[in-house]
Every structure is written in C-alpha cells, then in structure tokens.
C-alpha cells in the first residue's frame, strides 16, 4: 500500500511539474508573438522602390543585394528583441549601395537569445560571398557578438558585448546613441573592455535607440533630436567606411 501511494504522490507531482513546464513554454510563446513592433510604412516602401537593391524574402532572412550584383562583402545583422526585421531596411540600404550584401535574420520567437542558428545558417543566403561581417540592434548585438568568432568584422547599433571578444582581432564598429535610454552610452563604455582596443566607437548625437530601426517609438528611450533621414545618411557613411577599410580593401 505504501509503495502504491508513494507512486501515485511521484506521478501527481512528475504530472505538476510537465503542466508548469507546458504553461511556462506556452507563455513565453505568446509573449514573443505580442507587442512586436512594425516597421514603418513610409522608410520601407523607399527601400521597396529603391532600383540600386535588390529584395529576397528568402529562407535565411531578408536579403539586400546591389542590383548591378557587384557584392564582395556581406553583413549578417540581427533585430532587437520584438522589432520586425523589416525595420531595418531603410537605415540598411546605404551600405548595400556601396557593395555590401546585408541579410537581415529573423530570429526564433522574435528574440535573438533564442535564435541559436550559427552563422552559417545565414551567410549560405549568399555563398559566394567570402567576407562577412555580423552584427546586431540592442538584444540582437549581443547575439552578434556570440556569433562573431566566426566572422571577420563585428557590427553593433544601440548595444555591447556581453562575451569578451577583447582578443579576437576583429574588426569593430560600436555605434551608440546620445540619446539612448536603454543601451545607454554609459552601459555600452560599461562593457568596452569586451572589445578589442581598436574597436571604433562612435556616439551619434541625437540618436535614441530605436533611431538604428524605423518602428516608430520605444517604452523607456529617450528623444531622439536627429531626423530619421539623417540617421540614415550618418550610419551609410560610418559603415561605408568601416567596410570600405576592413572588408573592401580594393574597392
């Protein structure tokens, strides 16, 4: 008798514990899927219309090409947490007119941390491609930064390295934004020790978190003092440079 009721107990709790597992699972499911935040209709409508890109909704993510196929280089980059991949389109399609193939992921749940794709899983979106650089906004450049030892260049909007890539040797460009009111400029010098010490650094002024995407406004950033089109103009002219000398030698 005891040692039926001893099971009974046992498969009362292994039952609790798998209905608590389930719940958990399933909660965290329908908060991924809530609150995502669109992009914005206007800025990807120009990337849309745009005759120097080309567009593939294909299976590794968002790809933007050079429409004359002149490609040497490519950027796998990776979206806030809840930011729709689309979002970054229009800040990213400077640097695709300059020779640069960027695939945009779609991370798993919305959520980089639960992405755990290699790089790989992206840059096969261009294969002929030998150079890539990966990088992130916010949740997204952490995830970058556990992926950038198999990259040649790391790229981080509005985020820091929760790893230490100090020793890796790769190539690093850090943009931050004044007005940042989550990945402040005060976190991300916080973590500069993690980069390696000829990381580039640069601090836009008037730039808020969510001025490195275009989805509208964001609980707990600040105001954002720069418009969205120079937004765009300083981060095609900072990271056409950092390719331009890291990645593309001879263009």
């Not at 890109?53 to 090409?65: F, M, N, Q, R, Y």
């Not at 906004?137 to 970058?144: E, N």
């Not at 103009?233 to 390719?243: A, C, H, I």
Request: proline share 6%.
């Amino acid at each position: 008798m005891k040692k039926k009721r001893g099971r009974r107990i046992l498969a009362r709790v292994l039952w609790s514990v798998l209905i608590i597992v389930v719940l958990g699972a399933g909660g965290i499911v329908v908060w991924s899927q809530v609150g995502v935040m669109p992009a914005e209709a206007a800025p990807l409508a120009d990337v849309r219309a745009n005759p120097n890109i080309t567009i593939d909704d294909a299976p590794e993510g968002i790809v933007l090409s050079p429409a004359d196929g002149e490609s040497e280089a490519g950027l796998v980059f990776i979206p806030g947490a809840k930011v729709d991949p689309w979002a970054y389109a229009a800040v990213l399609q400077g640097v695709v007119e300059e020779g640069v193939t960027v695939v945009i992921t779609r991370p798993w749940l919305n959520l980089a941390f639960f992405d755990l794709r290699p790089l790989d899983s992206f840059t096969s979106a261009a294969p002929d491609i030998d150079e890539w650089g990966v990088g992130g906004h916010s949740l997204g450049g952490v995830r970058a930064c556990q992926l950038a030892a198999d990259a040649d260049a790391l790229v981080l909007f509005g985020s820091y390295c929760a790893s230490d890539v100090s020793d890796s040797g790769l190539a690093v460009i850090s943009l931050a934004g004044s007005e940042d009111g989550l990945s402040t400029p005060e976190k991300i010098a916080d973590a500069r020790d993690n980069l390696p010490a000829d990381a580039e650094m640069v601090e836009i002024d008037g730039a808020s978190h969510a001025s490195f995407g275009d989805y509208g406004p964001q609980s707990g950033d600040g105001t954002p003092t720069i418009s969205d089109e120079e937004m765009h103009r300083t981060v095609t002219e900072l990271l056409g440079s950092f390719f331009s000398t890291e990645l593309l030698p001879a263009r």
